[in-house]
Every structure is written in C-alpha cells, then in structure tokens.
C-alpha cells in the first residue's frame, strides 16, 4: 500500500496510476472516507478528553451520557475505518517514469539474446516430441488431475530436478539463502504480497482441520481457511512480517523452491495445450529487501534479471527481455520486466520469468521496517523468477530437437540426466 500522506499530497500522480493501470477505484470517495475517518478520530478524541474530566468531578449522570456518546462515535469510527483499509488496499503503486503507458501489447523491447533456431525439417511441438521420448503423458495426467493434468517421467523428471538444482546452485553462489518455504499459508501473507484482494480467483482455498478444530464429519465446525500460494513470493516475504531489520543485513537476498498452485482462471487457447499454463508446477523464486533507495532498488532489479538471464545463456536458450506496460503490471509494481523465452511450435517467445520492483508498496502492507540511524523506514522488495518448470521444459525440448526425432540435452544439464541425447522410444 502506499504512504497516505503521499496519496494525499500526490493525488494527480495517483489516479493517473489509478487510470493506466485500469483499477476499479474511486480515488475521491477513498479520499472523502479518509476525511471522515480523521473527523471521527478527531472527535473521539475530544470525547475522551472530555470523560477524563468528568471523572475528575464525579458528575455520574454526565459521565454516563459521555460514555454513550463515545459508544455511538467509536461504532462509527470502526466502519469508517473498515471501509477506508478494504479501499486502500486497491490504491496502486505510481509506476516508474519510463514505464510503457498502455495495455498488454504496449511491451517494450529491452534486450534480445540467441537467435530462433531454423529446422530443415517438420518440427514437432513439446507434446509430440514428450509422447516419442516417453517422457510426458498428458492422457493419464488428465485421467488422474483432470484438466491440465500431467505426469513427467524418465528423463524428464531428470531434467526437471536439474534446473532446480542448478538454479539454487547459482543463486546460493550469489549470496542467496536458500529456502525451502510453506505453500500453504495464512490470508495476511497473500494480502501482504499484494495477490489479495485482487488476485483472489487464481488462488486455491484450503480448510485445514485440527484436533482442536475438527471436521464436520468429526462433529466440528468450519476449520481455519489457508491458501495454497501460486510462488514463493508471499512466504519469502512474510517471513519477515512486523520485523524492524537490521541496516547493516540489507539486502537481504533470499530464494524460495516450492511447489506452486494456479487456477489459472483466465487461460485460454494455445496456452491450455501441454505443459504450458497447469495447475501445479515448481519454481525457484528470487525475493530481494533492500533500503528504501530507487537507485539502490534499480541496482537489484537488474542483478535479478541477470541471474535469471544468465541461467538461460547456459542452457542456450534464446530469450528477450521486455518491459511490461502499466495495463498488465499490477498494481503494486512500480517497474515490471518479463523474460520471453523462443518457443519453436509457437513461433513466438512465450513467458517464462517475471521480474517486479515494488519499492516499499508490499512492506507497508506487511509491517517490512528497517532502522536507519534513528529513523524506522519501510523496505522496498524485488522479485523475480529464476526457474520455472516444467514450461521451461517446452523451450529445451523444441529448440533442441533433431531431424531423428532426438534432443540434444544442454551441457549444463547432462550431469543431472547422465545422457547428451534423448533417442525416440520407437
């Protein structure tokens, strides 16, 4: 959430953020709430000064008629400010300056590297190439799953593991702590990180029971409603909820593997077919905190970038670097990169890394402080994607395939799956 002393001082800024980020938000009425809610407190207040009086006469009839009166204002008080957090959770962060105003096609081109390899026969899409390798079943998986269900098997798996072996590799070897971090997790921690409110449909609901809660099969009643997190993201950062860190620690770079968990809810076409857009994935996930400094946050965001880039230049990967516009950033984000990676069947990049700065709009929300000489101020955090699979098995498995329906195997991972080539079953 954002500062609302700066809300109030940068209004324009605000809705304009409002506006190109397409949030449903009425910014004059959340600023008509706030006054009335200072009004009340103001008031209250008075009120409360007023009793400590009273008391001191012992006027027993005035003394109940003040009690009322702060009964009645303290009711209002309480909806007043009700209403006010539920809105100021929707206010966005103000996006960077040269953020690309816009919808989802509004991207700006940052960087390409590798070039699209060309094939000199009819090549195969990732579940083709999976069936004749016997690495995929998509049939049992959604037998099993349902839909978008999948099984990796035999080398697949193999590789699968790889990349998140070698992905905590380099990041442990620039100084990340690695963690393996809860998938399921309380409310405050995907309202804290921002997927909440508004992300609410993509994530699942789970009810956990306990002896001192049971079942209703068990005669209990309804248990306590947890969620199962889409990335690590919200662990990694609720890890150091309501805390005042320490100067010296920051940046405090931390990375999470996990499972991940989507709906997937606004899925649709081409990307349902496959490995590409499932329900249940792993990742390996980059979370930063640092000092609330753009240039020191600049600085971060792009060593995160690097670290995802440079994982993809091993595995040879042709991928470009995009900026996101602010129609498809979200609304915390104050600068937003994608990684693209090829994708021979698609004969388009397609999404495999997701790279955020949202200076200290998730902090706030999560109670992230650090003490700055005698100055408590809230951090500013960084996320991005390392790795990602098994989509990213779709760009290995397309771009190295061979006219004998073979795939060369990355050198970076011939380790993991003890081969160089994966031959066709039959």
């Known amino acids: 959430m954002l500062d609302i002393k700066f809300i109030r001082e940068k209004k324009e800024a605000v809705a304009k953020a409002i506006k190109d980020k397409g949030v449903k938000l009425d910014l004059d009425e959340f600023l008509k709430i706030d006054g009335e809610r200072r ?135 620039n100084g990340f702590t690695p963690m393996v971090t809860p998938t399921m997790v309380r409310e405050f921690a995907l309202v804290g990180s921002g997927h909440f409110p508004a992300g609410r449909s993509e994530i699942y609901e789970v009810e956990e029971f306990t002896p001192e809660a049971p079942s209703p099969l068990q005669g209990g009643g309804r248990g306590e409603v947890k969620f199962l997190v889409g990335t690590a993201e919200p662990s990694l950062l609720a890890y150091h909820a309501d805390e005042v860190l320490n100067i010296k620690d920051l940046p405090i770079k931390l990375c999470g593997i996990s499972p991940c968990y989507r709906r997937e809810v606004g899925g649709y076409g081409k990307d349902t077919r496959g490995i590409y857009r499932v329900h249940e994935f792993m990742k390996v996930e980059q979370v930063v905190f640092c000092e609330a400094d753009l240039e020191q946050a600049e600085k971060m965001f792009q060593e995160i970038n690097d670290s995802a880039r440079e994982l993809l230049k091993e595995l040879e990967l042709p991928h470009r670097v995009i900026q996101i516009a602010t129609g498809d950033m979200g609304p915390g984000k104050y600068k937003m990169y994608d990684i693209e990676t090829w994708m021979p069947a698609r004969n388009a990049y397609g999404e495999t890394h997701s790279n955020s700065n949202l200076t200290d709009w998730q902090a706030r929300r999560l109670g992230i402080r650090y003490r700055d000489k005698n100055e408590t101020k809230f951090a500013y955090t960084l996320n991005n994607t390392m790795i990602a699979s098994p989509r990213i098995l779709i760009a290995i498995l397309e771009n190295n395939q061979q006219a004998d329906g073979s795939v060369k195997i990355p050198k970076v991972l011939q380790e993991f799956v003890g081969k160089e080539v994966l031959i066709p079953s039959s």
Do not use: C
Request: glycine share 10%; charged share 35%.
């Open 39 to 173: 009004k009340l407190t103001h008031e209250l207040d008075e009120l409360r000064k007023q009793k400590k009086e009273i008391a001191k006469s012992r006027d027993v009839e005035k003394g109940k008629a003040l009690k009322e009166k702060i009964r009645i204002a303290e009711e209002k008080l309480a909806g007043s400010e009700g209403v006010y957090n539920e809105l100021m959770l929707l206010v966005p962060n103000v996006p960077s300056e040269d953020t690309p105003i816009g919808g989802a096609q509004a991207f700006k081109v940052i960087e390409e590297w590798g070039k699209p390899p060309t094939f000199g026969f009819e090549a195969k899409d990732h579940i083709a190439i999976g069936k004749s390798l016997d690495i995929l079943d998509l049939e049992r998986g959604t037998k099993v799953a349902g839909y978008r269900g999948y099984f990796l098997k035999n080398e697949a798996v193999l590789l699968h593991l790889g990349l998140l072996n070698l992905a905590l590799r380099k990041l442990v070897g």
